[in-house]
Structure formats: structure tokens, C-alpha cells
């Protein structure tokens, strides 16, 4: 089975510009979740989605969104960038949306905000 | 929210039992306990899970106690392949919906 699949690998941005990341869970998992990797902050928790409904969502801005579509695929948007948002930001996707984080993460995309 | 904590750093040589414990206030009552394992320029990779007691499987034992306030990922007889990053993932609920918090992390060093 293939792994999480994520889209682009490395990004470079300018501050203001917005940005769209895309990911493909394992075939079969319906549930995604998006996470901030960052030095100082560590791994911090965007969202989740299920079935195209976003069941839970971290402690950030509304700049910072996503959507699931209908095969589970997901993208997450980051608008109107700032320096602080580079960080490498990791796909995780998980049978169903259940007490047990079981998630299978894909390789990350790295966002330089300059 | 759920609050975590987890050592910085260990070291340890080849062959060795080590014990990475996570501290956790405020979990959800309903929600399991996970363990991950993370290399550089790689995501997270799952260890192992828990609700209470103990349990085990191929590469770890995870031992939570009844308060279920903290963790202790065991990992029997590390090998070099085992440096790496490892984090502890609790869920809490906050107004109705479910949080995730990962530890910050315990960096294990594994030396011949």
C-alpha cells in the first residue's frame, strides 16, 4: 500500500503571498490531520477532517484552513504569510476518526516564508 | 488543554532498557495515550498505544497508570537504529471538542 503522499516537498514564499498544500492519504483511511512542525513550538495540531467535515481544530489563526474532498484527499491554505509561519507541516491520515491516533504521517512539506 | 512534559534528552548505550516517561494533566477521559517515533527529515512514525494498564507489542511496552495522568514508553534493548525523537500524543477536550497535544519531545541518544 502506498504511504501518505504530500505535495509540494519544499515551498518558498514571499510574507503576504498565500500558499496551498495538498495530501493524499493511504487509500482507504478517511480521516486526515494537519500538523505545524516548527524548533520552538515543536508539533502543534491544525485540524481534522472526516468524511469532508472538519471534526476538530487547533489553537490557530483563520488564515490557516483546510478542506477535505470526497476521495479523502486534503489540501490545507495558509493566506496572507508571515515569517513566522516556515515550518515544516506533516500530513497524518488514520482509518476513522476514533479515540485511538493510530495516523500514518507523510514526509512533511517544508514552507521558507522570506 | 492537556498539558505534557517529557524529558529533553537521554542517552543510553546498546542493549539497554530505556524509559521515556511523559506527564499529562488534563486528558480526555475516553481518549488513548500514543507514543511516537520521528528520524530527521521524516514524519512521525507511530510506536505504540494505550488507554491504562500495560500493554505491549513488538517493539515497546507502554505503561500508564490508573490516574492515567502520565506514560512510560519503554523501549527493551535499544539499538543505534533506535536514536531518534520520541513524542507522547494526549487528547483533551476544550469546549466540546477534542485538542492534540504532543509532548515536546525526548531526544535518545543511543550510544555502541
Known amino acids: 500500500k502506498a504511504g501518505v503522499t504530500q505535495t509540494p516537498r519544499y515551498l518558498i514564499k514571499t510574507r503576504g503571498q498565500q500558499v496551498t498544500l495538498s495530501c493524499s492519504p493511504i487509500s482507504g483511511h478517511r480521516s486526515v490531520s494537519w500538523y505545524q512542525q516548527t524548533p520552538g513550538q515543536g508539533l502543534q495540531f491544525l485540524f481534522e477532517y472526516f468524511s469532508e467535515t472538519q471534526r476538530n ?28 509561519d516556515s515550518a515544516l507541516y506533516l500530513c497524518a491520515s488514520s482509518l476513522r476518526a476514533t479515540s485511538s491516533y493510530e495516523q500514518y504521517f507523510g514526509p512533511g512539506t517544508r514552507l521558507t516564508v522570506t | 488543554l492537556a498539558k505534557t512534559t517529557q524529558p529533553i534528552s537521554m542517552d543510553s548505550y546498546e542493549g539497554q532498557e530505556v524509559n521515556i516517561t511523559c506527564s499529562h494533566n488534563n ?44 506514560s512510560t514508553l519503554s523501549l527493551p534493548r535499544v539499538s543505534l537504529s533506535d536514536t531518534a525523537v520520541y513524542y507522547c500524543l494526549v487528547a483533551s477536550r476544550d469546549t466540546g471538542r477534542r485538542a492534540l497535544t504532543f509532548g515536546s519531545g525526548t531526544r535518545l541518544q543511543v550510544q555502541p
Open chain 2, 27 to 70: 486528558i480526555a477521559t475516553n481518549d488513548y495515550i500514543t507514543w511516537y517515533q520521528q528520524f530527521p527529515s521524516q514524519g512521525p512514525r507511530f510506536i505504540i498505544q494505550g488507554y491504562k494498564t500495560k500493554v505491549t507489542n513488538e517493539v515497546a511496552s507502554l505503561f500508564i497508570p490508573a490516574d492515567r495522568k502520565s
Open chain 1, 57 to 84: 481544530k487547533g489553537n490557530f489563526p483563520g488564515r490557516f484552513s483546510g478542506r477535505q474532498f470526497s476521495n479523502s484527499r486534503s489540501e490545507m491554505n495558509v493566506s496572507t504569510l508571515e515569517l513566522g
